[in-house]
């Protein structure tokens, strides 16, 4: 209950910048709309998926879920810094 209290808000985080992400190309940008319709749900539902293991495995081996924990944030680190990279690169094609 700890972990999910801690962790759900920067995982779900993750999850609405890819989802955002993903809609925003095909909605904007619809140079291959249905496999960017099919990534708004599949990459969200792999990436949650892959958080509820995690999360499922600090229950089974507490030595490990820290290491794990920390490979998460390390994840959600990096998907903010792809989403504002993706972002002002989309900006800057926009307006110029």
């Known amino acids: 209950g700890i972990a999910r209290a801690i962790f759900a808000v920067p995982g779900h985080f ?4 890819l989802m955002g992400y ?3 190309l095909a909605k904007f940008y619809p140079k291959s709309p249905k496999k960017n319709k099919v990534l708004i749900l599949a990459v969200p539902i792999l990436v949650h ?17 820290g290491i794990l924990m920390i490979v998460f944030l390390v994840f ?5 810094k792809y989403g504002s990279k993706s972002i002002q690169e989309h900006l800057q094609r926009d307006f110029s």
Do not use: E, H
């Open 49 to 65: 998926g892959l958080y509820d293991s995690i999360l499922f495995i600090i229950n089974v081996t507490p030595a490990i879920s």
């Open 14 to 17: 993750c999850f609405g910048i």
């Open 22 to 24: 993903y809609y925003s």
């Open 76 to 80: 959600c680190r990096k998907m903010w």
